[in-house]
């Protein structure tokens, strides 16, 4: 039964959401009020609608479908060559921006942090570009000699004109023996990057089920499969989060044979269809083609939680659990070890940060994901939202929140002011185009789209670098020199 003082928070929280949609005209506002919602324990969902095309004239964090692919699925893929075909803008504005690290030598087998563009000019779009993006692959193949692929992440206008990527693709593979994957990803399509996920899934389906196909009947695997093959899904070592996560799967035993696409290869999308169980972190980005691999061939699939000791632990037993007793009694070995390590890392952080609040905002996975390591240093989220997730990413969100938590999905610049106003926490947790705003309003921010140039989170060693930087964020003392609007409002009062 819910508290009377939960209750009144509820509704508190909900005569909030009802003050804050009253700038909004009729229409809009009856759009907006479907994606905010207070949830309320026991209810198996947030309220809220997703995966909805923003209102038209609001300011939305949101991104497209070629961020979703070019950005998160294949552009950290880092022996593949990606090139953006199209204007130069969206290349440029994806290039190396998710500090997806990896191990080579850029420019001889690695490409991540290069541009590749055909910079599409208005004769272009006129006479289509079929035949540059034909001379284009050519020149990388003589200049780059080491790559093992191509991929073809297609910009609004090649949907526009039509220029047939497919055909060209298939042609120059012929050419250059080599994988070269058109990738539909046109930004208009779908109403955020959401869908630019589930097509570049489905691009890996298409081009690399068949590779694996052929080099299992041929029997020309890189790799010989084990009974402890994993395929790390939906992990793009950001600041080094798959190594991180890595480290642990295999200090238990495991043998991590793929990993999507931080720091991964060619041959990696191969090997991992001959994996014993696919773990994936990012649901949202990945969780297409865990459902394709089932489908197939009948590969099993789970989302674990590498964020804070709570969830690390609870997230290599239930992994260890699908494997025999020697992972089993590995697991626990690894927990007992980090145990003392983690509990000194909280017993530093925690008396610095308890009593904290955080209110977040970001994609994929850490609206919920994080919520535990945050509790493990004593900090409540008060306030979560997705920029683009779908109705199960809510559902499992529910798993993680306390009653009373504010939802807001694809929140408006407008809207998340304003509930940061009312609620004043002592943090804000979001990617980097609310980053500013905040800081300049007087409270302290934490990017969390790419750790704020830190990093790794994930894992044991991740989890001592996040409750660092929480400090640096909250006990930072130039915080002293400005102070939150709602603060200089108090003050004034006092004075008068």
């Avoid at 459902?291 to 690390?312: D, H």
């Avoid at 290599?316 to 890392?345: C, G, H, W």
């Avoid at 997730?389 to 998340?416: C, G, L, M, P, S």
């Avoid at 930072?476 to 003050?491: F, H, M, Q, R, V």
Wanted: charged letters at 25%.
């Amino acid at each position: 039964m819910t508290p009377p003082e939960n209750k009144n928070l509820i509704e508190e929280h909900k005569e909030l959401i009802k003050e804050v949609l009253q700038a909004y005209p009729e229409k809009s506002r009856k759009k907006r009020e479907k994606h905010l919602n207070v949830h309320e324990e026991g209810k198996s969902d947030c309220g809220v609608k997703s995966n909805i095309k923003s209102v038209p004239g609001v300011m939305t964090a949101r991104g497209c479908a070629y961020a979703g692919s070019k950005g998160v699925v294949w552009g950290p893929i880092k022996d593949m060559v990606h090139i953006s075909h199209g204007p130069v803008g969206c290349g440029y504005w994806s290039w190396s921006g998710r500090r997806n690290y990896y191990v080579g030598k850029t420019g001889v087998d690695s490409f991540g942090t290069m541009h590749f563009t055909s910079d599409f000019q208005e004769r272009d779009i006129v006479f289509g570009g079929d035949k540059k993006l034909a001379k284009i692959i050519q020149e990388i193949e003589e200049l780059f000699p080491l790559n093992r692929g191509i991929s073809v992440q297609s910009e609004c206008p090649i949907g526009l004109i039509g220029d047939d990527i497919e055909a060209v693709a298939k042609k120059a593979a012929k050419e250059i023996n080599k994988p070269v994957v058109p990738v539909r990803c046109e930004g208009f399509r779908g109403v955020s990057q959401s869908l630019g996920h589930h097509i570049a899934n489905d691009a890996i389906r298409d081009h690399m089920f068949p590779r694996f196909d052929k080099a299992k009947k041929e029997n020309t695997l890189t790799i010989e499969p084990g009974p402890y093959d994993v395929a790390l899904i939906g992990d793009y070592n950001i600041g080094g989060d798959a190594w991180a996560s890595r480290m642990l799967l295999e200090e238990m035993g495991l043998r991590v044979v793929a990993q999507w696409s931080g720091d991964g290869t060619v041959n990696e999308l191969v090997n991992g269809l001959a994996a014993k169980l696919v773990l994936i972190h990012c649901y949202r980005s990945m969780n297409y083609i865990c459902r394709a691999l089932e489908e197939a061939y009948g590969m099993p699939w789970m989302e674990f939680n590498f964020f804070g000791p709570t969830k690390i632990a609870a997230s290599l037993r239930e992994i260890a659990a699908k494997f025999d007793s020697k992972i089993q009694e590995n697991a626990e070995k690894v927990i007992a070890k980090y145990t003392p390590i983690m509990n000194a890392v909280v017993e530093k952080y925690r008396p610095r940060l308890e009593g904290n609040t955080v209110m977040l905002y970001v994609g994929g996975l850490r609206p919920r994901h994080v919520v535990p390591a945050f509790e493990d240093l004593g900090i409540k989220v008060i306030g979560t939202g997705y920029e683009f997730a779908h109705n199960d990413d809510y559902k499992r969100t529910t798993h993680y929140i306390d009653n009373a938590t504010i939802i807001y999905d694809d929140v408006t610049a407008y809207e998340f002011e304003e509930f940061v106003k009312a609620k004043k926490p002592s943090l804000v947790a979001s990617g980097i185009k609310e980053k500013y705003v905040f800081q300049k309003m007087g409270l302290p921010f934490r990017q969390m789209h790419s750790w704020d140039y830190s990093g790794p989170y994930h894992g044991y060693d991740g989890f001592a670098v996040f409750a660092r930087d929480m400090d640096i964020a909250l006990n930072s003392p130039t915080w002293g020199l400005i102070d939150a609007p709602w603060n200089k409002k108090e003050a004034k009062a006092k004075v008068a």
